[in-house]
């Protein structure tokens, strides 16, 4: 796997527990289930509304959290789950790896502590506060990636490959905040799509074109099409080629 030399000559460093391939592959499951999980959700509604003769008022949920009270829960938290799977899987430098497993355990942490209901408990409030706290963490984590992992100055990477990363960064950051802001005050609480799941939305196509893009820059790698130096690569990470020891003088 590409490695600076810093990576590669640093007496720490240590063999990867994963290839290109399974990078790759992880990489791009974590990215396709930010792209589809957005309109997966509220088209499910509509679709289990339609196909049980229902109306197909309020198909839209209030926000993505709260698909956990309609049709597509288990879709929700399925999607969730596997998102959690594959990022405490994922494996490429130790930074990256803490990273992901910490963001696995977030995304487990949003499926398994359910949003509050309208007509919440004391204990429901607690759990949707866990919720809040755990989604939010997910998101800034995700965000990191964006901003320090796939986007690394000391590769070779197109300077318009590391903006697109930056830029995705950004909007998950803006848009956490502006969906908490939303939250908070009730804007558009009364509209049919509300502001609330736009900015998740928007939030989760951000991270997932990243990785989704990350992914494709790995396979590029991989088939030899880009020089070895374009994949990031953190200092003091997993080297899965052998270091050839000098021949003697």
Known sequence: MTHDSRAQNSPGA?????DE???????????????LLPPAL????????????????????GSMSASY???????????????????ICYRFDRRDDRWSSAAGVFALGVALCPT????????????????LVFASLLFVMLAMFCLYSFRNPRS?????????????GVLILVALLLSLAAGATGVGDDWAVRPL???????????GAAWIGAAR??????????????VPRQPGGAVTEAVQPEAPA
Request: glycine content about 12%; charged content about 15%.
């Open 21 to 35: 391939r399974t990078v790759t592959f992880l990489r791009l499951g974590v990215g396709l289930i930010g792209i």
């Open 69 to 87: 009270y309609t049709g597509t829960r288990n879709v929700f938290v399925g999607a969730l789950c596997a998102l959690g799977v594959f990022l």
């Open 42 to 61: 509220p088209f499910g509604n509509w679709l289990a509304a339609e196909v049980t003769g229902r109306s197909t008022d309020g198909f839209w949920p």
């Open 156 to 168: 070779t990477q197109p300077a318009r490959v590391g903006a697109a990363y930056l830029a995705a």
């Open 116 to 131: 509050s209901p309208s007509d919440a408990s004391a204990l429901q409030r607690t759990v949707g506060v866990l919720h």
């Open 217 to 230: 820059e790995l396979a590029a790698h991989h088939r030899g099409d880009s020089d070895r130096a374009v």
């Open 14 to 18: 240590r063999r990867g527990v994963q």
């Open 197 to 207: 799941y736009l900015c998740e939305w928007l939030a989760t196509w951000s991270f």
